[in-house]
């Protein structure tokens, strides 16, 4: 009989559940201009967010620093899309700079892309999307992203400057530009062959649920999405997520709400009590994407 830290390989009829956590403290100059990004508690973030994963039943796995590539970050998703059915969960978190490359397919109105700095490359929304596209009909995936940029892809102004004693976790633009242009290539190309593979207007799905109601095309797009998305972030896209000593600013927050376990609540609670405690200039967001309704409901984390 399957024991509660096992669920991910539980028998016929159990839910399942996979969980992978993404921190990093630093990337590779080589593939960011030389800019090494150096932060402090992203890997602390990443290992309580698989430590609340493992209480509660998820078969946790996490990539540090130098794990936390391009590669291994793919792989991992690519898996839990394969292994999870309707009715399992994958919960999927990031801590660590938000970046930007230039958008070259269209389907950006401030025409850049969001991205998660991961070592040795960036990862753009459009690939995130597209990979949580592969997920089963009924699987529900819940997000957790401590970044910048982390908000919405709509930003109604520039992002509000940090003190000189927070480390705000955003790639500089001066960084993100020197780093498109080593890499242009590389960026243009990820963009255009996932495009070309979904179509573009699929990708981008907070912008879809935010027109939803006003657009029968994109509420057709939004309904095509077969798994139910909860993205919970560390702030607007016009703010910036802040590091710490020991966890960042939004993941602290969230884990002084969660006590332990001891929240009772729903992820519309969970979501407002952590912004409840944030100050004005971070924001966390919530969005879902796919028919979200019955998971909104349930508690977080809950398998």
């Known amino acids: 009989m399957a024991t509660k830290t096992n669920t991910a390989v539980a028998t016929a009829g159990t839910p399942r559940a996979i969980s992978l956590h993404i921190g990093l403290n630093a990337v590779s100059g080589a593939a960011y201009a030389g800019w090494t990004g150096p932060l402090a508690a992203c890997e602390f973030d990443a290992g309580d967010m698989a430590a609340i994963a493992q209480?509660?039943?998820m078969k946790a796995a996490v990539l540090l620093t130098k794990k936390a590539t391009r590669a291994k970050v793919l792989a991992g998703l690519r898996s839990a899309a394969k292994a999870l059915r309707a009715g399992d969960l994958f919960?999927?978190?990031y801590s660590g700079h938000g970046g930007q490359v230039p958008d070259v397919s269209g389907d950006e109105e401030d025409k850049q892309d969001e991205t998660w700095c991961l070592f040795?490359?960036?990862l753009i929304d459009d690939e995130l999307y597209f990979e949580l596209s592969r997920f089963a009909a009924g699987v529900r995936i819940l997000v957790l992203s401590d970044s910048c940029h982390s908000g919405t892809v709509t930003r109604d102004a520039p992002p509000v400057p940090a003190s000189p004693s927070q480390r705000p976790k955003l790639?500089?633009?001066a960084v993100a530009m020197r780093t498109y242009r080593e890499?242009?290539?590389f960026y243009n190309k990820l963009q255009h062959d996932i495009a070309n593979t979904v179509g573009t207007?699929?990708?981008?799905?907070d912008t879809a649920l935010a027109q939803v109601a006003a657009s029968a095309r994109l509420g057709a797009i939004v309904k095509q999405f077969k798994p139910a998305v909860i993205l919970i972030s560390g702030c607007q896209d016009n703010q910036t997520s802040m590091d710490g000593d020991h966890n960042g600013a939004f993941t602290e927050q969230l884990l002084k709400v969660w006590r332990q376990g001891q929240f009772k609540g729903n992820y519309g609670n969970f979501h407002a009590q952590i912004k409840a405690n944030m100050p004005d200039t971070q924001s966390p967001n919530l969005f879902t994407l796919g028919t979200a309704g019955a998971f909104l409901?349930?508690?977080p984390f809950t398998v």
């Open 55 to 57: 209480a509660s039943g």
């Open 91 to 93: 919960f999927l978190s």
């Open 120 to 122: 040795d490359g960036q």
């Open 171 to 173: 790639m500089p633009a």
């Open 183 to 185: 890499h242009q290539a």
């Open 201 to 205: 207007a699929a990708l981008e799905p």
């Open 297 to 299: 409901a349930q508690r």
